[in-house]
């Protein structure tokens, strides 16, 4: 009988050991939790960001027309988009639009298409009549220039090749501008 008192009053500390560990634990993650949320989390922009200068390109969109840094002569709405991305799918109708009604019209808005000329057809199609499709590898030419990390991507680009603004969204890049 004394053994299996003393069996039953071991059991009993060592359960008392382990709730008064199980509850620093939790109150240790609760602190965590606290500290974490308290930092506001920033994602890497997958573009230059506003005032950043884009870097030098030199391309030939798909109707012949030259375009490169030393041909900005005005503001230029851009637009990066993937063939497999489920964003590019969603946002391309809205940026089309937008492009519709930027301000010097086709000339002053590009649109790169980061594929082939099979993966990119649809695309293509539908911003053809709106903007100058550029159609390159990642990593080269606009996307380069333009530091793109991810799609969709959109950036307003100055005459002096600074970036006014940019994002994923049409609303990240504010009111269109107008100019003369």
Known sequence: MPFLTALVLGVGVLCLIDLVLTVG???????????????PVASPPIVLPPGATIGGF????????HVSDG?????VLVGVFSPDCSACHDRLP????????????????LAVLVGTEEEVADQRQTLEPVALVLIEEYGTGLTGALQVKGF???????ERKRVVASGT????LGKIPAHA
Do not use: C, K
Not at 71 to 75: D, G, K, N, S
Not at 94 to 109: I, S, W
Not at 152 to 158: G, I, K, M, R
């Open 58 to 65: 030199s391309a030939v969109s798909t109707d012949g027309v």
């Open 152 to 158: 969709p991507s959109l950036a307003l680009v100055d």
């Open 71 to 75: 041909t900005l002569t005005e503001p």
């Open 169 to 172: 969204t049409i609303d990240d």
């Open 94 to 109: 809205q940026f089309a639009e937008h492009a519709r009604t930027y301000p010097g019209g086709r000339g002053n808005v």
């Open 25 to 39: 634990v939790i109150r240790r993650l609760r602190e965590h939790q606290a500290m974490l949320s308290a930092r």
